[in-house]
């Protein structure tokens, strides 16, 4: 009799075990993606208050802050953006600069789309809308012991951060009216500092230092070359495929 | 308290061109498999594009070599690297450029 009972309800017993294995010892759920996110957190507050600091002195108002940390949310396009429209760009300008520095966003989920394969592409769009360089990060020290990664995770990872990033912008926004000058307080720093504590903390995951840090320099002097005698906004991406395509060759031949 | 015509349309294009490249190799490369090469040629691009960012940062002002002699940033961007390295903080790299470039500017 037993074993019958066990065939009858195996369509929600098989679906069950399955998730128990998606679920080893309650480490992806959506709470433990906002607690491995609470480790970023006060970085992005920093940089995300140094950003609203910024915009508002550019002389944005405290609704367009809003509006570009909710609906673009992105630190570097939204220093680029606040520092064109202070220096009076035209749209067009503004928004082709920002396409290509962030087309970075293309390879950081195309890196982590292979963890992403049992959900849909409706699914995949709700993780990808909110991809970071911060979440990108966390997610793929994440990924180094498995296969896949959890969707409840990722939004808990995710939404933690966006809506961080969301507060420290009006909170900047709001203290930027007493502010007059941010270069004065180092704040324009702050978006070269984080991109500096990201490569360091990813050179020091991966322990690849001699490959990484190759890669690293090329991609420095690709990156100035092709700004001085091209366009910034190309330098970005010439350095990310040149120095990726040596690093992939020379791991390769090894 | 009000959003203009013009930043409105800016911000929205901006958030569009961003967006697009955020979902759609996520929403592609899920069905299809991307071969090992492929795989080993993706883990080096957020290392390039940091590297390329901070770079820019450091070397480069509205299309010109920055020069080294009056480099404050650069300068600041010592210590940054040194606390990266020791604390591997975020936090702690970001405060401390923030503060090396506060004290650089107030001394030159």
């Not at chain 1, 890669?215 to 690709?222: P, R």
């Amino acid at each position: 009799m037993k074993p019958e009972f066990i065939q009858q309800e195996s369509p929600a017993n098989g679906r069950l075990q399955q998730d128990a294995l998606e679920v080893p010892e309650g480490n992806d759920t959506f709470l433990q993606g906002v607690k491995d996110c609470l480790p970023t957190l006060l970085g992005y507050l920093s940089i995300g208050f140094a950003a609203g600091v910024v915009e508002k002195t550019a002389g944005l108002s405290i609704a367009e802050i809003a509006m570009i940390s909710i609906i673009l949310y992105a630190g570097s396009a939204q220093f680029i953006a606040a520092g064109m429209i202070a220096a009076g760009s035209s749209a067009s300008s503004i928004i082709i600069t920002i396409l290509l520095v962030n087309l970075r966003h293309l390879l950081l989920s195309a890196a982590i789309s292979p963890y992403f394969r049992h959900l849909n592409p409706l699914r995949n769009l709700l993780i990808g809308s909110l991809l970071t360089d911060e979440t990108f990060g966390v997610a793929i020290q994440k990924s180094a012991s498995r296969k896949r990664i959890s969707e409840k995770w990722m939004h808990g990872l995710n939404i933690t951060a966006y809506l961080n990033w969301f507060l420290a912008n009006i909170a900047g926004a709001f203290l930027g009216q007493w502010i007059s000058s941010p270069e004065k307080w180092g704040l324009d720093f702050a978006l070269p500092a984080m991109f500096i504590g990201l490569l360091v903390l990813t050179v020091m995951a991966r322990r690849k230092y001699l490959l990484d840090i190759t890669v690293g320099f090329i991609a420095v002097i690709v990156a100035v070359l092709v700004s001085i005698l091209w366009s910034p906004s190309m330098g970005v991406i010439a350095a990310a495929l040149i120095a990726s395509t040596i690093g992939m060759v020379i791991e390769q031949w090894k | 308290m009000e959003i203009r015509l013009e930043i409105f349309f800016i911000i929205l294009g901006a958030a569009l061109v961003t967006f697009i490249p955020r979902v759609l190799p996520l929403m592609l490369l899920s069905r299809i498999s991307i071969p090992d090469w492929g795989m080993r040629w993706l883990s080096f691009v957020p290392i390039a594009v940091m590297a390329a960012l901070v770079a820019q940062e450091l070397f480069v002002t509205d299309g010109r070599f920055t020069g080294l002699s009056t480099n404050v940033e650069l300068i600041a961007a010592l210590p940054s690297f040194w606390v990266a390295v020791k604390t591997r903080s975020l936090l702690g790299t970001v405060v401390t450029g923030i503060l090396a470039l506060m004290l650089l500017r107030l001394l030159f």
